[in-house]
């Protein structure tokens, strides 16, 4: 069992940053590959960025390349996303989530990919 806790989110104006950080209980997070997605009001979920469990690869969508950065601290169990210049369509629930299995530099993209989900945090941008 795994257990997964965001914290960071919040209420920002466009062009502020924010850090989300996401907790992992469980003595094998190295072996985890890592991911935050993000849900905005009718709209589906979508993967935002991942990593690998070494932290060797990472991928992220379109939208946020050049903004928003993923990291790890394996010895802290924690995994990060540093969101730089926000904008309004940012604004959504953010998710971590941690995929079993995958070793190697690859970092799951598809949410079906992911076996364990933490309840999220808001993230707010205003214009």
């Known amino acids: 069992q795994v257990q997964l806790v965001e914290s960071g989110g919040g209420l920002v104006q466009a062009g502020d940053s924010l850090r989300l950080s996401c907790a992992a209980s469980?003595?094998?997070?190295?072996?985890?590959?890592m991911g935050w997605f993000r849900q905005a009001p009718g709209k589906e979920r979508e993967s935002v960025a991942s990593?690998?469990?070494?932290?060797?690869?990472?991928s992220s969508v379109d939208s946020v390349k050049g903004r928003f950065t993923i990291s790890r601290d394996n010895a802290k169990n924690t995994v990060y996303l540093q969101m730089n210049s926000l904008k309004p369509e940012d604004t959504a629930v953010y998710y971590c989530?941690?995929?079993?299995?995958?070793?190697?530099?690859?970092?799951?993209?598809?949410?079906?990919?992911?076996?364990?989900w933490g309840q999220g945090t808001q993230v707010t941008v205003s214009s």
């Open positions: 469980g003595r094998t997070f190295s072996t985890y590959a």
């Open positions: 990593i690998s469990w070494s932290g060797g690869s990472t």
């Open positions: 989530a941690a995929a079993i299995g995958y070793s190697g530099n690859y970092a799951p993209k598809g949410d079906y990919e992911y076996s364990y």
